[in-house]
């Protein structure tokens, strides 16, 4: 079970840091990514983190802005997020798969396992 968390509402500029604690599985056995939906859009994969290959990938969107991070004694893996600005705005998802990050870009389709988001906010 993933379970994500530290949403809320910030101002342009400011940043943010979600959560992604895991239950009954050891996160460092799965590549996870971090994916978001705003109102009338799709799915957007936002960063993933390869299990296989130990590389983090980002959007063009967030690149430079967002940062993944992950603590293994508190099985939990972190998006930090710089900058925000209202294009940000969604609600945030982490999944995880037990092999890399294939399609993570494409809305995280190959990803089995997901948690129940965490709404992201920015206004002013």
């Known amino acids: 079970q993933l379970v994500e968390s530290g949403g809320g509402l910030v101002q342009p500029g400011g940043s943010l840091t979600l959560s992604c604690a895991a239950s009954g599985r050891t996160l460092d056995s799965y590549s996870i990514g971090w994916f978001r939906q705003a109102p009338g859009k799709g799915r957007e994969g936002v960063s993933c983190?390869?299990?296989?290959?130990?590389?983090?990938y980002y959007s063009d969107s967030v690149k430079g802005r967002f940062t993944i991070s992950r603590d293994n004694a508190k099985n939990t893996m972190y998006l930090l997020m710089n900058s925000l600005n209202d294009e940000d705005t969604a609600v945030y998802y982490c999944?995880?798969?037990?092999?890399?990050?294939?399609?993570?870009?494409?809305?995280?389709?190959?990803?089995?396992?997901w948690g129940q988001g965490t709404q992201v906010t920015v206004s002013s």
């Open positions: 999944a995880a798969r037990p092999s890399g990050c294939a399609r993570w870009n494409s809305g995280g389709a190959l990803f089995d396992s």
């Open positions: 983190f390869s299990r296989t290959t130990g590389t983090t």
